[in-house]
């Protein structure tokens, strides 16, 4: 499922609802179908977002090759981390805190997201 993210001072961002799950729970948001980051929240989410990123391990580099994937036929797709995942949402809460009129963040997704969710469209 995707969550779509809309600042009133920059664009839109889609994210998966898995990805986007660990940064609305370190701002202290429910994962449910819509919300609203208010600007006098957003220096805190900054924080928090911040804060959960070190709490990860570091990526482990992966190896640069040019080797195709023998069982899909195609080049390895590389990871992407939580950090550069992060990095769309955190220049977007930074853009909309900055601004000199009242500004917010709107998330959209077709349903809550639960943890549960993710098993459910794995399956």
Not at 9 to 20: H, K, N, P, T, V
Request: net charge negative; charged share 30%; glycine share 4%.
């Amino acid at each position: 499922m995707l969550v779509t993210f809309t600042s009133s001072e920059s664009g839109a961002m889609l994210m998966y609802a898995r990805d986007a799950r660990p940064f609305l729970k370190a701002m202290g948001k429910n994962c449910s179908a819509r919300g609203v980051i208010t600007q006098a929240e957003m220096p805190a989410a900054i924080m928090h977002i911040e804060r959960y990123l070190r709490t990860l391990p570091a990526p482990r580099p992966e190896p640069v090759t040019d080797d195709m994937d023998a069982e899909a036929g195609k080049p390895p797709v590389p990871r992407v981390s939580a950090a550069q995942r992060a990095w769309p949402l955190l220049d977007m809460l930074a853009r909309t805190a900055k601004s000199k009129k009242e500004s917010h963040i709107l998330w959209e997704a077709s349903a809550d997201f639960a943890e549960e969710d993710d098993a459910r469209d794995a399956a």
